[in-house]
T-cell receptor
Framework: EAGVTQFPSHSVIEKGQTVTLRCDPI?????LYWYRRVMGKEIKFLLH????????ESGMPNNRFLAERTGGTYSTLKVQPAELEDSGVYFC???????????FGEGSRLTVL | SQQGEEDPQALSIQEGENATMNCSYKTSINNLQWYRQNSGRGLVHLIL?????REKHSGRLRVTLDTSKKSSSLLITASRAADTASYFCATDLGGTYKYIFGTGTRLKVLA
């Protein structure tokens, strides 16, 4: 069974540009989460989807961040326009609805210059 | 503010020794989980302990939970060089599926 996959693994962009990160969860997992880790700091919650609905987006930093999950399958996280402080590793995780265990992808490292 | 905070921030031990990490949290929870992250990789689930459990074992791992003190500990016995990683606790905000992580404990096991 394929795990959670994220693309790209690393993205380097200039301030003001746009980046879209993609996450493919494990098939059948209704819950999908986005997290971000800035170097040395905590793994910060961004948002949580249940199927295609945003259950909780309280961690989204501002309106430059837009997350979607079309059809309850894969999800995208778009940052537009990117700022220097957006640099970090963005993790996606999925879980079955009634299980607490999260299955993480390898992360997408974003560097904004 | 962080829901979970791990302590210590960094720990260095010799192979064969035991490693203990602690996690404190602030609100009521349904369960608490521990994860491991090897450098540059994703997080891997280690163990989940529910709020009505006090201790749980999995191989060389032992987790305790004290809900009165809002704290948990992870003990790795007979550590190996391969245990070198960062360890995170994650807590849900009671009744939700929103999991909050801390800053982690960086464990280094010297061969």
């Amino acid at each position: 069974e394929a795990g959670v996959t994220q693309f790209p693994s690393h993205s380097v962009i200039e301030k003001g540009q746009t980046v879209t990160l993609r996450c493919d969860p494990i098939s059948g997992h209704d819950n999908l989460y986005w997290y971000r880790r800035v170097m040395g700091k905590e793994i910060k919650f961004l948002l949580h989807f249940v199927k295609e609905s945003k259950q909780d987006e309280s961690g989204m930093p501002n309106n430059r961040f837009l997350a979607e999950r079309t059809g309850g399958t894969y999800s995208t996280l778009k940052v537009q326009p990117a700022e220097l402080e957006d640099s970090g590793v963005y993790f996606c995780a999925s879980s079955p609805f009634f299980s607490g265990e999260l299955f993480f992808g390898e992360g997408s490292r974003l560097t904004v210059l | 503010s962080q829901q979970g905070e791990e302590d210590p921030q960094a720990l260095s031990i010799q192979e064969g020794e035991n490693a203990t990490m602690n996690c404190s949290y602030k609100t009521s929870i349904n369960n608490l989980q521990w994860y491991r992250q090897n450098s540059g990789r994703g997080l891997v689930h280690l163990i989940l302990i529910r709020s009505n459990e006090r201790e749980k074992h999995s191989g060389r791992l032992r987790v305790t939970l004290d809900t009165s003190k809002k704290s948990s500990s992870l003990l790795i016995t007979a550590s190996r060089a391969a245990d070198t990683a960062s360890y995170f606790c994650a807590t849900d905000l009671g009744g939700t599926y929103k999991y909050i992580f801390g800053t982690g404990t960086r464990l280094k096991v010297l061969a």
